[in-house]
Nanobody
Framework: QVQLVESGGGWVHSGASLELSCQASNILFSLSVSGWYRQAPGKQRELVATITRDGKTNYADSVKGRFSISEAYVRNTIYLRMSNLDPDDTAVYYC????????WGQGTQVTVFS
């Protein structure tokens, strides 16, 4: 059974930093595109960042320059480093492997206070 387990969410003030982690079981991040998505209250889930198996990254315009996605394939883990957080970043953040039709984690809440 594939499992993606996110950690690292929390409550922070505007301008703070957080790092999310996602560890996979029974699937390898290195075999496919992986990434982070988020869903704010009352909004659709949106892409935050993706990374391909050869290290190419892609970011939503709203997070470029503030967020950084990385991987540690030897630990079958991906990360999302978030800096200069804004209240608009408040959402549940989901780890994904394989795109929209792939596998999803259970989500981790990030709340940013102004």
């Amino acid at each position: 059974q594939v499992q993606l387990v996110e950690s690292g969410g929390g409550w922070v003030h505007s301008g703070a930093s957080l790092e999310l982690s996602c560890q996979a079981s029974n699937i390898l991040f290195s075999l496919s595109v992986s990434g982070w998505y988020r869903q704010a209250p009352g909004k659709q889930r949106e892409l935050v960042a993706t990374i391909t198996r050869d290290g190419k990254t892609n970011y939503a315009d709203s997070v470029k320059g503030r967020f950084s996605i990385s991987e540690a394939y030897v630990r079958n883990t991906i990360y999302l480093r978030m800096s200069n957080l804004d209240p608009d970043d408040t959402a549940v953040y989901y780890c994904n492997v394989g795109g929209q039709t792939g596998y999803w984690g259970q989500g981790t809440q990030v709340t940013v206070f102004s």
